[in-house]
């Protein structure tokens, strides 16, 4: 992407609240796609600044701390998670973060991320680096894996139970590696969406009782207009045959719990019909697009819930990042590039031409499978 240009900028000064990170490896993911593009906004129309750092993932090294800074020292290996707020708000002290109006993505709702040398950041930003893993698999994963936390385990009564069945779109990317795995920790059954046949048997390990490929059915894109007979009968048979393929794994007439949504505009129709009654789809991105159409008498008829979510407050991230450091989560992580690669990484996702799992950037680090400075 030709929007990403290599450009040197003075090292950040942090304030009281802050820690300054000399940044080793950071995450590749749509972040940098939407700020590369422009869209649906523009980044700098944001930020009000007239230059845009990317990255909302790293590992590195603590090099300063601010004056109110207790928790962390120089010389700490961390990794940072990407949510910043105002910690003056209301909803921050005793409420719930992640619906502060305050609240911002960090690399993409502000103008300086983890595509640098240096970073600050605020202080409840900054996790335990996982020691057994390198710096480029610490840096990858924790936009993904704290969003994917929050939507399974974020919104009660809907929290993912031990038994239930959970459909997982874009399976085998970097959310859903994340979701599938979550989901076999506490006892729920993951089914895969894939594009990609080959994909299936690594979906396997990671915990799926099944894969389905969506290229097999064609009920995808805008919900078709009722009135138009011949034209919603034949969406609608595909949807059936979609659904019956899931019973497959849930058994006849038993549909999922809840459906995992990122895709948006192009999937958001079937998901709402395939979650059984009284189930939840819950929603983080649009990566088709974000004109949702649905057929509303599938919600309020069989009282289902289709929950926004966006990626988790501190708590939820430290405890997903807790899962990491017990090995119980795989950072997933399917490629590194050279930092002179950054455009070709995010090149590579809007074109959807990644591997699966989580991508990272070497930045401080000199070479692959470094876990420490020591």
Request: hydrophobic share 35%; charged share 20%; net charge negative.
């Amino acid at each position: 992407m030709q929007s990403f240009q290599e450009e040197e900028f003075d090292v950040p000064e942090v304030g009281p609240s802050e820690v300054l990170i000399f940044v080793m490896a950071a995450g590749v993911n749509y972040n940098g796609v939407w700020a590369g593009l422009g869209k649906p906004i523009s980044v700098l129309d944001v930020t009000k600044k007239d230059y845009h750092i990317a990255g909302s993932d790293a590992s590195g090294i603590v090099w300063k701390v601010g004056s109110d800074v207790k928790k962390w020292k120089v010389g700490d290996e961390i990794i940072i998670h990407g949510m910043q707020w105002d910690h003056e708000d209301a909803e921050v002290n005793g409420g719930e973060p992640m619906i502060s109006k305050t609240q911002k993505v960090y690399g993409y709702e502000t103008a300086d991320g983890s595509f640098a040398q240096f970073t600050a950041v605020q202080a409840h930003q900054v996790l335990r680096k996982p020691p057994q893993l390198s710096w480029e698999e610490s840096g990858c994963y924790m936009l993904t894996l704290a969003t994917a936390y929050r939507m399974l385990f974020g919104h009660a009564p809907h929290e993912l139970k031990p038994g239930e069945y959970i459909l997982i779109w874009g399976a085998s990317g970097g959310l859903g590696s994340m979701a599938t795995q979550l989901a076999k920790t506490v006892g729920a059954k993951p089914i895969g969406i894939i594009s990609d046949s080959s994909k299936s048997d690594y979906l396997k390990k990671l915990g799926a009782i099944g894969v389905l490929n969506r290229k097999d059915f064609d009920c995808w894109g805008e919900h078709p207009d009722i009135d138009d007979a011949e034209t919603y009968g034949n969406y609608m048979k595909e949807v059936r045959k979609f659904g019956k393929a899931i019973w497959e794994f849930t058994g006849k007439g038993n549909n999922v719990d809840m459906v995992f949504e990122h895709p948006g505009e192009s999937t958001v129709p079937v998901s709402c019909f395939v979650v059984k009654p009284g189930g939840m789809v819950v929603i983080c991105a649009g990566t088709t697009g974000y004109n949702l159409s649905l057929d509303a008498r599938y919600l309020w008829m069989q009282s289902k819930r289709l929950q926004g979510s966006h990626f988790g407050n501190s708590k939820q991230a430290n405890s997903a990042n807790e899962l990491v450091i017990d090995g119980v989560i795989d950072p997933c992580m399917s490629e590194v590039f050279e930092w002179k690669n950054i455009p070709d990484a995010h090149e590579k996702m809007l074109n959807n031409e990644h591997k699966g799992g989580n991508m990272a950037v070497l930045v401080g680090t000199p070479k692959m499978g470094l876990k420490s400075l020591n």
